[in-house]
């Protein structure tokens, strides 16, 4: 069974940065497109970024263009989200997922096979 683990939430000040990590189990994390998904209170889940299998192809959400970076070591089946000058609208959950695809465009269009717990992080103006 496939399980995702995330860590690495927390409270920051705004400019500042956070490193989340998500942990593979249960399968070869290189057979997965990953990203990363986020939920504000009172809003809908939203797709952040994706990165291939081969970490060739990323795509990301126009609203975090220039201040993440998506990044993978499949021989540790981890994915990493690096966050960099935070704004207090990025409070959220943050929630790792995956799909079983060469595509990375499916993870945004078709939605994850799974889904990690979840990892809050908070950011404060």
């Known amino acids: 069974q496939v399980q995702l683990v995330e860590s690495g939430g927390g409270l920051v000040q705004a400019g500042g940065s956070l490193r989340l990590s998500c942990a593979t189990s249960?399968?070869?994390?290189?057979?997965?497109?990953m990203g990363w998904f986020r939920q504000a209170p009172g809003k809908e889940r939203e797709f952040v970024t994706a990165?291939?299998?081969?970490?060739?192809?990323?795509h990301y959400a126009d609203s975090v263009k220039g201040r993440f970076t998506i990044s993978r070591d499949n021989a540790k089946n981890t994915t990493y989200l690096q966050m960099d000058n935070l704004k207090p609208e990025d409070t959220a959950v943050y929630y790792c997922?995956?799909?079983?695809?060469?595509?990375?465009?499916?993870?945004?269009?078709?939605?994850?096979?799974?889904w990690g717990q979840g990892t809050q992080v908070t950011v404060s103006s």
């Open positions: 990165i291939g299998r081969g970490s060739t192809i990323t």
């Open positions: 997922a995956a799909r079983n695809t060469k595509i990375v465009s499916y993870l945004k269009n078709f939605g994850p096979e799974y």
């Open positions: 249960g399968r070869s994390a290189s057979v997965f497109v």
